[in-house]
């Protein structure tokens, strides 16, 4: 509350300097606010690209997969399935976008050839290398879904802290320090009126005084001169 704050002019300039610098702030998480939500909507709109993919993908490798144990039974899937030998590798870094770092998933050994699948060539048909292949694209597709999703979740908890933090300066802090301002000049300019009020009564006394005094003498002078005439006649 303004009406804590003692009304001094040191305070009042603390608190210009702090709304001085907190306009600042405010004005730098405002830019930072609209650049994030204009890197989340690049991230969103080729989140909704990557989806529309994972979705076809998804499709796609239901097929061939239930076209694959249809011509050749699940035994002869399973076994195909069974007989990788490498392993998908994934290693994760991170990239920064307006300062919030995000995930960035680098992936090995997803896609492979026939040779590196481990079944055998004569053992299969062309329907489990097809279902092979689009469930190695529908991996791949999955894990870039998992990096731009999760990068989008972040931006979006960034845009929304920085949101509260601009909202607070605005709407809280800066208010705040306005009204305190506000309460310590109109204080600093009634103790100012009141020490001008009070100086004009100083001086209208002493002027007061210093005409009695004037007079006095005139009146000391006068019976003086008075006397001496008397005493001469």
């Not at 990788?84 to 770092?101: A, F, Y």
């Not at 949101?163 to 800066?174: D, I, M, S």
């Not at 600093?188 to 005409?211: N, P």
């Amino acid at each position: 509350m303004a009406e804590d704050v003692k009304p001094t002019r040191k305070n009042l300039m603390q608190i210009e300097d702090r709304i001085e610098l907190s306009e600042r702030g405010h004005d730098t998480l405002e830019k930072k606010r609209d650049g994030l939500i204009m890197e989340f909507m690049e991230i969103l709109d080729q989140a909704q690209d990557v989806r529309s993919d994972l979705e076809a993908d998804y499709q796609d490798a239901q097929r061939a997969i239930d076209m694959a144990r249809a011509m050749e039974g699940d035994v002869a899937v399973r076994g195909a399935a069974s007989a990788l030998k490498e392993h998908p590798e994934l290693t994760t870094q991170s990239k920064n976008i307006m300062g919030v770092v995000v995930p960035q998933i680098e992936s090995s050994k997803v896609q492979k050839n026939l040779a590196e699948r481990g079944y055998g060539v004569l053992g299969t048909s062309a329907r489990i290398d097809e279902a092979a292949a689009a469930y190695e694209q529908l991996l791949e597709s999955i894990i870039l879904a998992a990096e731009v999703e999760t990068a989008m979740k972040k931006m979006l908890e960034e845009i929304e802290t920085t949101k509260r933090r601009v909202n607070a300066l605005e709407f809280k802090l800066l208010p705040d320090l306005r009204e305190n301002q506000e309460y310590i000049e109109q204080k600093l300019e009634e103790q100012e009126r009141e020490e001008i009020f009070r100086m004009k009564k100083i001086k209208a006394k002493k002027e007061a005084e210093a005409k009695a005094e004037r007079q006095a003498a005139e009146e000391e002078a006068a019976e003086t001169e008075e006397a001496v005439d008397v005493a001469s006649d």
